[in-house]
């Protein structure tokens, strides 16, 4: 079965220091992944997908994210944490065979991100 | 540009009544559309796929007959929540795809709809 996991809760760091959020997935074929961030009763806002090509992945507000193939793996990352940073993250996938004729994505259960000043 | 609207924000109706929810694409035509349904805290479950002019594809569980999915157009997806109860409370997003290729699978989001029923 195609899942996506997010290992971490809730992810605390300072301001200025750097981030990492962690998503591993489970697809069979390629894999597409994205990572999109929701703030309080907003909807998700796209930061970045990984479809083919190079492994690491640039997005907005500075983010960036690494695919690892052997690891299955596609943790996302910022060099420097901005306390504005705090929100709800999302990692996502669409696998191969049937979902990916009409797109739909798998989730993992989301990583609350707290950047203290 | 790829800004997806949804209307109402928040609504509050009372047991037994529908609600319809409305989900726009503004500045491209969706092929597919999406609804989901968040719990707080929670990620996002998906209840139905809808494409332009066919029948929404319903994920296992989700009641066809109690949320009815139109996709009337390239720009507008409706989802009513027929004879509301209160467990039907919840957070409602829609998501618009802009294409059909591998490469256009992001998916963009509405600003959700807060649904109370009292």
């Known amino acids: 079965a195609q899942s996506v996991a997010q290992p971490e809760d809730q992810v605390n760091v300072a301001e200025g220091n750097p981030l990492t959020v962690k998503c591993t997935y489970s697809v069979s074929g390629n894999p597409y992944l994205f990572w999109y961030v929701q703030y309080p009763n907003r909807g998700l806002q796209f930061l970045l997908k990984y479809i083919t090509g190079d492994n690491l992945v640039k997005g907005s507000y500075g983010f960036e994210a690494e695919f690892n193939k052997s690891q299955t793996s596609f943790h996302l990352k910022k060099p420097s944490a901005l306390v504005s940073d705090s929100a709800l993250y999302f990692c996502a996938v669409v696998g191969s065979g049937g979902s990916s004729n009409t797109g739909k994505l798998i989730f993992g259960q989301g990583t609350t991100l707290q950047v203290k000043p | 540009g790829a800004v997806v609207s949804q209307h109402p924000s928040r609504v509050i109706c009372k047991s037994g009544t529908s609600v319809k929810i409305e989900c726009r694409s503004l500045d491209f035509q969706a092929t597919t559309m999406f609804w989901y349904r968040q719990f707080p805290k929670q990620s996002l479950m998906l209840m139905a796929t809808?494409?332009?002019?066919?029948?929404?594809?319903?994920e296992q569980g989700v009641e066809k007959d109690k949320f009815l999915i139109n996709h009337a157009s390239l720009t507008l997806s409706t989802l009513t929540v027929t004879s509301a109860h209160p467990e039907d409370s919840s957070f409602y997003i829609c998501?618009?795809?802009?294409?059909?290729?591998?490469?256009?699978?992001?998916?963009?989001f509405g600003p959700g709809t807060r649904l109370t029923v009292t």
């Open positions: 998501s618009a795809r802009v294409g059909n290729s591998r490469s256009s699978y992001e998916q963009y």
């Open positions: 809808s494409n332009e002019g066919s029948k929404a594809t319903y």
